[in-house]
């Protein structure tokens, strides 16, 4: 759900002037200045004003804030063991759980408190789509397209040029985040050429709507049956950059059967080698993992067990302190550790551009379909 006007809804506790705007100065009373009754934005305080309401509607409503995460509320019926969850970002929430009664209670409740618009995730494509006048555009079979090379632009983009490649990233980064990991290598290695923009950022960037006209239907699906427990995939791509040669680290996190979380970024230093960059991004795969450990014990469900990062360990010793993470974690049993063969390994296509085969894989591998 989208709440609408979002800041304006933030209480102020400081007594705060204004100068009157400019088209609504009251005659004769130009000297005037108005007292703020609520929040407006510019405001530094009107993002923390707007969390605290929020944060109070759903405390009325019985839900209670995780530790693990602030922006996470959780709901159990004191009867049975019922769950609702609550995942706030901004001004979007996310609500998911057992009870479909009761959700419909909480949207209802929350939309006479606030203009609110329940948008899922393929009405949301679509008015993307709608914005940049891709509606009736040819769908894709990859999100980039084969042999496709990005590197950064030797001009300069003009500022009406970058601006409509800022925001039609910005568009496609939120689906990314909430529910389609197939598009976050391009999204994500796009993203970095957002300052000075080239045409064929811009197209790249239009074949991903292409890619997702054909596939706004996809959801992720889970099997809570199936009693899968946590898993991770990790992969990386050895000087992947084209203009820096840092690696791309790729992580994916499943659990009964389904996406959860994942990840594709540049590293922040180069590695010297293959075995360095894995190394790494193993390091960092079992930092999440490690947290979202301790998120499932905090929701309820029993994390004693050991997960599985699918990763082949080389030689390491240069690697910095930091990474080492990773030999703790193992020898306190968090982690079990396996080789994956390469034609199994769907973190494969968080960090690098393959072709339909390797997405139709992944989709697969990742609970994400129709």
């Known amino acids: 759900m989208d709440v609408k006007t979002t800041f304006l809804n933030g209480d102020l506790e400081e007594e705060i002037y204004m100068e009157q705007p400019e088209g609504w100065v009251v005659p004769g009373k130009e000297g005037y200045v108005c007292l703020l009754k609520k ?40 009867r049975g063991n019922s769950i609702t969850i609550v995942v706030l970002y ?51 079979n990859t999100p980039l397209p084969s042999g496709a090379v990005l590197v950064s632009y030797d001009g300069t983009a003009s500022d009406a040029d970058r601006k409509r490649y800022q925001s039609l990233i910005g568009s496609l980064m939120y689906a990314m985040l909430g529910t389609r990991p197939d598009i976050s290598f391009a999204v994500t290695h796009l993203s970095r050429y957002l300052s000075n923009p080239s045409p064929d950022h811009w197209n790249y960037a239009l074949y991903i709507l292409r890619y997702l006209q ?24 050895w000087a992947e950059d084209k203009d820096d040669r840092h690696s791309t680290s790729g992580m994916l996190f499943l659990m009964a059967g389904g996406a959860i979380s994942w990840v594709s970024r540049r590293q922040p230093t180069i590695s010297h080698s293959s075995t360095e960059a894995e190394y790494k991004a193993a390091s960092d795969t079992c930092c999440q993992m490690a947290w979202l450990r301790t998120f499932s014990t905090e929701l309820g469900y029993d994390m004693d067990f050991p997960t599985a990062p699918l990763f082949v360990e080389r030689r390491t010793k240069h690697v910095e302190v930091w990474y080492h993470f990773i ?5 306190a049993g968090h982690v079990d ?19 339909f085969a390797g997405i139709e894989k992944f989709c697969d591998g990742v609970g994400l379909g129709a």
Request: hydrophobic share 35%.
């Open 327 to 331: 030999r703790e974690f193992y020898a």
């Open 214 to 237: 054909g596939t706004k239907s996809f959801k992720i699906h889970y099997k809570g049956a199936s009693n899968d427990g946590l898993v991770a995939y990790l992969d990386s791509d």
């Open 337 to 355: 550790i396996f080789h994956v063969a390469s034609a199994d390994e769907l973190a494969d296509a968080l960090t690098k551009n393959v072709p």
């Open 39 to 78: 929040a407006i934005y510019g405001l530094k305080q009107a993002s923390r004003q707007w969390n605290v309401k929020i944060h109070q509607s759903l405390l009325d409503l019985g839900f209670t804030r995780t530790y693990s995460d602030a922006g996470v509320y959780v709901y159990r019926q004191q």
């Open 90 to 140: 901004v001004d979007d929430l996310l609500l998911f759980g057992d009870d479909k009664n009761h959700i419909k209670t909480v949207k209802r409740t929350l939309s006479r408190q606030y203009k609110m618009t329940d948008l899922g995730a393929e009405e949301y494509i679509q008015s993307v789509l709608e914005r940049f006048q891709m509606a009736d555009c040819n769908p894709s």
